[in-house]
Protein backbone atom coordinates (compact mmCIF):
# COMPACT_ATOMS: atom_id res chain seq x y z
CA UNK A 1 0.00 0.00 0.00
CA UNK A 2 1.48 3.24 -0.85
CA UNK A 3 2.17 6.16 1.86
CA UNK A 4 1.68 9.36 0.88
CA UNK A 5 4.66 11.94 1.76
CA UNK A 6 3.01 15.41 2.64
CA UNK A 7 4.39 18.83 3.48
CA UNK A 8 4.00 19.23 7.07
CA UNK A 9 2.99 21.60 9.39
CA UNK A 10 5.54 23.40 10.93
CA UNK A 11 3.99 26.16 12.43
CA UNK A 12 0.30 28.92 11.82
CA UNK A 13 1.52 31.12 9.61
CA UNK A 14 3.03 28.98 7.22
CA UNK A 15 0.68 27.61 4.70
CA UNK A 16 2.94 26.58 1.82
CA UNK A 17 6.62 25.25 1.39
CA UNK A 18 9.10 25.32 -1.74
CA UNK A 19 10.32 21.72 -2.66
CA UNK A 20 14.14 22.03 -2.27
CA UNK A 21 16.71 19.75 -3.70
CA UNK A 22 15.09 15.50 -3.53
CA UNK A 23 17.79 13.40 -1.27
CA UNK A 24 15.99 10.31 -3.28
CA UNK A 25 15.42 9.46 -6.21
CA UNK A 26 12.26 7.67 -7.35
CA UNK A 27 13.37 3.52 -6.63
CA UNK A 28 15.93 4.70 -3.78
CA UNK A 29 15.20 2.84 -0.50
CA UNK A 30 14.61 4.58 2.27
CA UNK A 31 15.02 3.49 5.86
CA UNK A 32 12.00 4.88 8.59
CA UNK A 33 13.10 8.87 9.67
CA UNK A 34 15.56 8.54 6.43
CA UNK A 35 15.63 12.59 4.80
CA UNK A 36 13.59 12.52 1.55
CA UNK A 37 13.50 15.87 0.49
CA UNK A 38 14.58 19.19 1.37
CA UNK A 39 11.54 21.52 2.05
CA UNK A 40 12.26 25.26 2.22
CA UNK A 41 9.55 28.12 4.25
CA UNK A 42 10.19 31.43 4.66
CA UNK A 43 11.25 31.02 7.87
CA UNK A 44 12.77 27.71 7.58
CA UNK A 45 14.76 24.98 5.94
CA UNK A 46 13.90 21.12 6.95
CA UNK A 47 14.30 17.82 5.89
CA UNK A 48 11.02 15.70 5.54
CA UNK A 49 11.89 12.03 7.19
CA UNK A 50 10.13 8.99 5.61
CA UNK A 51 7.15 7.77 7.96
CA UNK A 52 8.34 4.18 7.19
CA UNK A 53 10.98 1.83 5.70
CA UNK A 54 10.55 1.16 2.02
CA UNK A 55 10.93 2.63 -1.54
CA UNK A 56 10.44 5.91 -2.89
CA UNK A 57 8.19 5.11 -5.94
CA UNK A 58 7.21 8.37 -7.17
CA UNK A 59 8.10 12.09 -6.75
CA UNK A 60 4.47 14.30 -7.48
CA UNK A 61 6.55 17.69 -7.49
CA UNK A 62 9.81 19.00 -8.84
CA UNK A 63 12.57 21.10 -7.02
CA UNK A 64 11.77 24.63 -7.06
CA UNK A 65 7.77 23.97 -7.26
CA UNK A 66 5.88 25.28 -4.23
CA UNK A 67 3.27 22.90 -2.47
CA UNK A 68 1.17 24.02 0.49
CA UNK A 69 0.58 22.34 3.42
CA UNK A 70 -0.71 19.20 3.43
CA UNK A 71 -0.11 18.71 -0.36
CA UNK A 72 0.73 14.80 -1.02
CA UNK A 73 4.28 15.29 -2.73
CA UNK A 74 5.71 11.76 -2.99
CA UNK A 75 4.90 8.27 -2.91
CA UNK A 76 6.91 5.26 -0.95
CA UNK A 77 6.12 1.54 -1.56
CA UNK A 78 6.24 0.38 1.87
CA UNK A 79 6.25 -3.55 0.72
CA UNK A 80 9.92 -2.83 -0.54
CA UNK A 81 10.87 -2.56 3.48
CA UNK A 82 10.45 -6.47 3.78
CA UNK A 83 12.23 -7.46 0.72
CA UNK A 84 15.15 -5.39 1.49
CA UNK A 85 15.37 -6.21 5.21
CA UNK A 86 15.32 -9.92 4.34
CA UNK A 87 17.90 -9.47 1.64
CA UNK A 88 20.79 -7.93 3.68
CA UNK A 89 19.86 -10.83 6.46
CA UNK A 90 20.50 -13.68 3.26
CA UNK A 91 23.76 -12.24 2.97
CA UNK A 92 25.06 -12.19 6.70
CA UNK A 93 26.51 -14.95 7.79
CA UNK A 94 24.42 -16.57 10.38
CA UNK A 95 26.30 -17.67 13.70
CA UNK A 96 25.85 -20.96 13.32
CA UNK A 97 27.43 -20.68 10.05
CA UNK A 98 30.59 -18.71 11.82
CA UNK A 99 31.51 -21.02 14.30
CA UNK A 100 34.03 -23.74 13.77
Same mark, same amino acid.
Given at each position: ? #????????????????????????????V?K????????????????? $? #????R??????????????????????????????????D???????? $? #?
Open positions: M #PIELKIPEVGESITEAVIGKWLKAAGDHEDEPVVELETDKATMELP $A #PQAGLTKQLVNQGDTAQVGDVIGYLDESDAGAKASASKKEPSAEKA $A #P
